[in-house]
């Protein structure tokens, strides 16, 4: 039987509980999600009566934590439909996913070859080609946007060449809300010979994902932002691309064998995780991939889907609001503005004043603010478990907003 959204915010904690009098009104889904009991749950009973190192002993609690680590990475397999677990690297998040493939390519790039990006880029798949180009001398060459926000694929497909050895691409932008078609993409640089990393963070919760049917070479995302504990997040790889790179971090459970004066490293995904990992954040990800595959993606888009369409328009009508959102239906479940004449961080607090949760900022996509000619915008982002009656009880909020800063009538 299909849950109702009411019964699906049942099992959130965070969703009963009341801030000085006022129901709480969580809005800021793209920063990271609230936690199902059901998580909460899987992480207590790890630390209660499951707690060991993995992969270090052959006692009861050292097997169950390799059991829950190493099951979770088979949840992830079958969850990105990937074609082996090796393929799976475990971090504490995407930026660090990101970084990995960074510092493994340091040896791959040479003077004058390129690095693609969208300007829609988050700091983390741009900051970290920043230093890539620094390093090696490669140069960055960015795709910008249409009058709708989607991707200009006319300008890639003119601009990618041979030169273009990695294209790092969002797969779907935390301000603007496009959803880039990222299969075209990887098409269109595989045909010219380029690497596509893709950036999941914020569609891995949202859209079922299939990394064989997209044919990435690489795809990062956190947890904490698809239910998880913070501290988890994953990169895959196509296996004989990780297989060439080096290890990113040196330390304990990455090596095969080490003499005095050298070293000789583990096969993926060992290779790339040194050290004692964060084994209740990693069963916290299983639990939550066992919700949202439990809910259904296609019930989750058509919840989401709705209350995005429904508060889109309903911004529409308020002449004070400016929205930098992409009309195409096909986007996630992301509204960034501005109210006239006033600045986003004002606008953020007097709405928490009210119980709602937004965010205001450049939400770590500053290079997209600058082109979109704004230094800050609000966002507000919708889950599943958000109501039509979350969204109308905002919209009124923000026309108090205007008379509490004396901005009209």
């Not at 269109?188 to 893709?198: Q, S, W």
Request: charged share 25%.
């Amino acid at each position: 039987m299909t849950k109702t959204v009411l019964d699906i915010r049942k099992d959130f904690p965070y969703l009963n509980e009341e801030k000085v009098g006022k129901k709480v009104i969580y809005l800021d889904n793209a920063a990271t999600s609230q936690k199902p009991q059901a998580v909460i749950d899987t992480i207590t009973n790890y630390y209660s009566y499951q707690n060991g190192s993995p992969h270090r002993g052959s006692h009861y609690l050292s097997m169950s934590a390799t059991e829950i680590y190493e099951g979770t990475r088979k949840k992830v397999k079958n969850f990105l439909n990937s074609k082996r677990t090796t393929e799976i690297i475990f971090t504490k998040n995407a930026s660090e996913a990101l970084n990995l493939v960074a510092y493994c390519y340091l040896n791959k790039l040479k003077k004058d070859d390129e690095i693609m990006l969208s300007i829609m880029e988050h700091h983390s798949n741009l900051c970290t080609w920043q230093f890539l180009k620094e390093k090696t001398g490669a140069k960055l060459k960015y795709i910008y946007l249409d009058d709708n926000f989607q991707l200009d694929m006319k300008s890639f497909e003119e601009k990618i060449s041979d030169k273009v050895k990695l294209v790092c691409i969002t797969a779907a932008s935390n301000v603007v809300a496009t959803m880039p078609d990222i299969k075209k993409v990887i098409e269109i640089a595989h045909k010219n010979g380029a690497k596509v990393l893709v950036d999941a963070s914020q569609i891995v919760a949202h859209k079922k994902l299939d990394v064989q049917d997209l044919d990435a070479d690489f795809l990062a995302f956190s947890g904490h932002k698809m239910l998880s504990a913070m501290g988890v997040g994953v990169l895959y790889g196509k296996f004989d691309l990780l297989k060439e790179m080096d290890p990113f971090l040196y330390g304990g459970d990455m090596i095969e064998y080490v003499y005095e004066d050298y070293s000789t490293y583990l096969l993926p995904a060992g290779r790339f995780e040194a050290g004692t990992q964060n084994v209740g954040a990693v069963a916290s990800l299983g639990s939550a991939i066992d919700y949202l595959e439990e809910l259904g993606f296609d019930y989750i888009e058509k919840l989401e889907g709705e209350l995005m369409n429904f508060a889109f328009e309903e911004m529409k009508k308020l002449d004070f609001i400016k929205t930098y959102t992409t009309k195409d239906k096909n986007r996630c479940p992301v509204i960034a503005f501005n109210v006239k004449d006033a600045h986003p961080h004002d606008v953020s607090s007097i709405l928490d004043s009210f119980g709602i949760a937004i965010r205001s900022g450049h939400h770590c996509a500053e290079p997209l603010h600058r082109y979109l000619n704004e230094n800050a915008t609000c966002r507000v982002s919708f889950s599943f478990y958000n109501t039509k009656e979350e969204v109308e009880y905002f919209i009124d909020k923000l026309k108090e907003v205007r008379r509490i800063l004396h901005l009209g009538h």
